[in-house]
């Protein structure tokens, strides 16, 4: 039930760009991202719902593909701030039922 | 308002003891979310009030663990006897409901509390 992300890991230059994927194998109703820093709670990033919608705000964008049950995460022209876990979270189709994903580290250095 | 306030943020105990975990929501919250994160198991959903009644309890471990809700603006997580595999940091997550009755809304998690059963 639980989604996988990936890559696991990943380390970006100042400036780069990244995506992170979310694959569920059960029909989603929506998808959430969540970042994490080291020794802190995870703190909303965005909603996506069923629908093909992409999100963003500033630099960080998403999108979900409700057929394939996948979602993408997009940072581009990376910050130092931007470094952490991040997770999605997926609530399925058949309702109550809530999953965060395996997480993907995110480290950006100057 | 303060954000979702967790007691205590770190617990230290011994095998066998009884530990209680608290929380307090963000006022006018409808949802009340308890998650467990380890590194081996990542972040898991344990259980899940709407409007201080149980929804889901699925993901509680074993009749070990147990939460109540009192009324709105608390709630506690109890683990009675402890193990040490239960050591993790348990967060505790608030939410509300957008118009069309979304289930899942954007989290506000707490500070968590890191548990360590020795």
């Known amino acids: 039930q639980q989604p996988v992300q990936s890559p696991q890991a990943v380390i970006l230059r100042e400036g780069e760009d990244a995506v992170i994927n979310c694959s569920s194998s059960?029909?989603?109703?929506?998808v959430h991202w969540y970042r994490q820093k080291h020794g802190e709670a995870p703190v909303f990033l965005m909603i996506?719902?069923?629908?093909?919608e992409q999100k963003g705000h500033d630099k960080i964008s998403a999108s979900f593909n409700e057929k394939k049950q996948q979602s993408s995460l997009y940072l581009t022209a990376s910050q130092l701030s931007y470094s952490g876990t991040y997770f999605c979270?997926?609530?399925?189709?058949?309702?109550?039922?809530?999953?965060f994903g395996t997480g993907t580290s995110l480290t950006v250095i100057p | 308002d303060a954000g979702v306030i967790q007691s205590p943020r770190h617990e230290v105990t011994e095998m066998g003891q009884e530990v209680t975990l608290r929380c307090k929501p963000i006022s006018g919250h409808d949802y009340l979310f308890w998650y467990r994160q380890t590194m081996m198991r990542g972040l898991e959903l344990l259980i899940y009030f709407n409007n201080n009644v149980p929804i889901d309890d699925s993901g509680m471990p074993e009749d070990r663990f147990s939460a109540k809700m009192p009324n709105a603006s608390f709630s506690t997580l109890k683990i009675q006897p402890s193990e040490p595999r239960d050591s993790a940091v348990y967060f505790c997550a608030s939410s509300f409901v957008l118009a069309g009755g979304l289930a899942y809304n954007e989290q506000f998690f707490g500070p968590g509390t890191r548990l360590t059963v020795l």
């Open positions: 059960k029909a989603l109703y929506s």
């Open positions: 996506l719902l069923k629908g093909g």
């Open positions: 979270g997926t609530e399925l189709n058949t309702g109550n039922q809530f999953y």
